[in-house]
């Protein structure tokens, strides 16, 4: 059964983007990288030829996960879904009881996971947590600094 990604089609676009730019220039510069160290002479003494090698199976390896990635994605569409319960997507802003300090996620899939942006994966403890509560439900959540209280203030898509 595959596992599916859920992404926005931003993520999706950003994600084939990477995929494009690893596939063309990514492997030009490691086949010109393959080449320079190949040009050096005895490959089986060549630590810049090995070195060059790795690098290119790391790239490929990354390419091949990008492609499982989107061959298994699902984009949602946010104009789609439901504001009356916490789902993917849904901006949720948070109460912590213990502080009284407001937060507020989006909750998106580890692809698009970004805790500078805000955007915290719904398999990370707190998003797992939050999946499914409504508003002014409270949410027990177990994270490695302890369990945590958290009401739901808000629940908006977009």
Do not use: W
Not at 110 to 139: N, R
């Amino acid at each position: 059964m595959a596992n599916y990604t859920y992404l926005t089609q931003e993520g999706y676009d950003k994600i084939k983007s990477e995929l494009e730019e690893l596939k063309t220039n990514g492997r030009m510069e490691a086949a010109r990288a393959i080449a320079e160290a190949r040009a050096q002479g005895d490959l089986s003494e060549n630590a810049e030829y090995d070195a060059a090698k790795d690098a290119q199976g790391l790239l490929e390896f990354k390419i091949n996960e990008l492609e499982t990635i989107l061959s298994n994605a699902r984009v949602i569409d946010e104009s789609q879904l439901d504001n009356s319960k916490v789902a993917i997507l849904s901006n949720v802003t948070i109460k912590n009881l213990k502080t009284g300090k407001e937060m507020t996620y989006k909750l998106v899939s580890e692809t698009e996971a970004d805790a500078k942006l805000m955007k915290i994966s719904i398999t990370s403890p707190i998003g797992h947590g939050l999946l499914g509560k409504v508003v002014g439900e409270v949410a027990k959540i177990t994270t490695p600094a302890g369990p945590m209280e958290f009401e739901v203030v808000e629940i908006t898509i977009g």
